[in-house]
């Protein structure tokens, strides 16, 4: 698909709203093959699994209007490891992407992000190569993160067409002054690393021109800055050069298909609310919980935006841990952010019933079984 010089998009760590990053302007979202959950044979295999792009992820952001870009990162120098490192790794990205339902032939952008350069680029090298071979062209390991020095190496021996400017990369420059005319009120190119709204053309200016020798040789270049979406949650990208990112989109298709099944149990990984504190709505001693829509006064049911954020996520929990019967998807639209239905009573509504499952099989004994209490939110936050 590509994008226009100046277009923004965002990487995230975790999974944010991806309806109103395009409200707010993105074009494109990054997530992460951040090690794998599920391969205790590697030590390097789980160290940035928190990372992990959650399942159905993929599938939402697409249909949230945004295109898709693959990135795989499990340590800031992993692909010092060379080739042995890439045979560990490659078949477990092979792996993880297909079943997430990344179109074939995707970029698969590869972090480096450490400023190291120097003595281990032959390691580098083979990382990339013996990656490649592994993917056997069903996807392409032709995209970097990492410091500029390390993709001119890359560019030059006709490894990547991708390039990713990380925000760490401005520890990687030396701090040089710029014209105190060329974009105030910066004094360094360190200053541009965080663009105001007039400075982000200059800044692009100043990439394109530090990359002059290899931007023809690159399809796209993307910058990660200083600035921050979401209270800090995810990175913003600007586009320096667009023609193609070898995402998603680019290879021809549209929001993949939706899984219609799944083994039965959670996966180990995806749960929507894991780690998630108590929504304040319904903490302890509050006398409230999230519950039927027609009410008491104290059941929190979606009358709001507020209520149906905090409600949606209940039910994308209760569909992950199959307490949903007929639903294995958390983006299939069941989720709609409604506790029960307006009109069918109280505690007798879909949302109840499921929550009921929930109880039965993880809280044994409990009082108010339907209703979601702060004690049942932090049992589902640690599965």
């Known amino acids: 698909m590509g994008a226009a010089v100046g277009a923004k998009g965002i990487d995230s760590a975790k999974r944010v709203d991806s309806n109103l990053a395009k409200e707010k302007g993105a074009v494109f979202q990054v997530r992460y093959s951040a090690g794998a959950?599920?391969?205790?044979?590697?030590?390097?295999?789980?160290?940035?699994?928190?990372?992990?792009?959650?399942?159905?992820?993929?599938?939402?952001?697409?249909?949230?209007?945004?295109?898709?870009?693959?990135?795989?990162?499990?340590?800031?120098?992993?692909?010092?490891?060379?080739?042995?490192?890439?045979?560990?790794?490659?078949?477990?990205?092979?792996a993880y992407w297909r079943a997430n339902g990344l179109a074939p032939g995707s970029t698969i952008m590869l972090n480096h992000d450490t400023g190291q350069v120097a003595a281990d680029l032959g390691a580098v090298d083979a990382y990339y190569d013996r990656y490649n071979q592994i993917l056997a062209?069903?996807?392409?390991?032709?995209?970097?993160?990492?410091?500029?020095?390390?993709?001119?190496?890359?560019?030059?021996?006709?490894?990547?067409?991708?390039?990713?400017?990380?925000?760490?990369a401005s520890f990687y420059e030396a701090k040089a002054a710029i014209d105190p005319n060329y974009a105030p009120p910066a004094k360094t190119n360190w200053d541009l690393w965080a663009p105001t709204p007039s400075q982000v053309k200059p800044a692009i200016a100043y990439f394109q021109r530090t990359l002059a020798d290899i931007l023809p040789a690159l399809q796209s270049v993307v910058w990660q800055d200083f600035n921050k979406w979401f209270e800090g949650a995810a990175d913003e990208n600007i586009v320096i050069k667009g023609d193609r990112f070898g995402s998603h989109l680019d290879n021809g298709r549209a929001a993949p298909p939706v899984e219609q099944s799944r083994p039965p149990g959670p996966p180990l990984h995806g749960n929507p609310v894991r780690g998630m504190a108590v929504p304040a709505a319904i903490a302890k001693g509050s006398g409230r919980y999230l519950g039927s829509i027609d009410g008491p006064a104290n059941s929190i049911g979606g009358a709001n935006a507020s209520e149906q954020r905090i409600v949606k996520l209940w039910q994308q929990f209760l569909i992950w841990g199959n307490f949903v019967h007929g639903h294995s998807h958390i983006d299939d639209g069941w989720a709609d952010g409604i506790f029960d239905t307006r009109g069918g009573g109280v505690g007798n509504g879909p949302s109840s019933q499921a929550t009921a499952r929930f109880q039965h099989a993880h809280m044994p004994g409990t009082t108010y079984y339907g209703q979601v209490w702060w004690d049942d939110w932090t049992k589902a936050a640690s599965m």
């Open 37 to 94: 959950a599920t391969d205790v044979n590697h030590s390097s295999h789980n160290r940035n699994k928190h990372k992990l792009l959650q399942q159905g992820e993929l599938q939402a952001i697409l249909r949230a209007g945004l295109d898709f870009i693959a990135n795989d990162e499990w340590y800031e120098d992993r692909k010092f490891t060379g080739a042995a490192g890439a045979e560990q790794d490659a078949p477990v990205v092979l």
């Open 137 to 168: 062209g069903e996807y392409m390991a032709d995209g970097f993160y990492g410091p500029k020095a390390v993709a001119r190496h890359l560019v030059q021996g006709g490894r990547i067409k991708h390039y990713w400017i990380p925000e760490a």
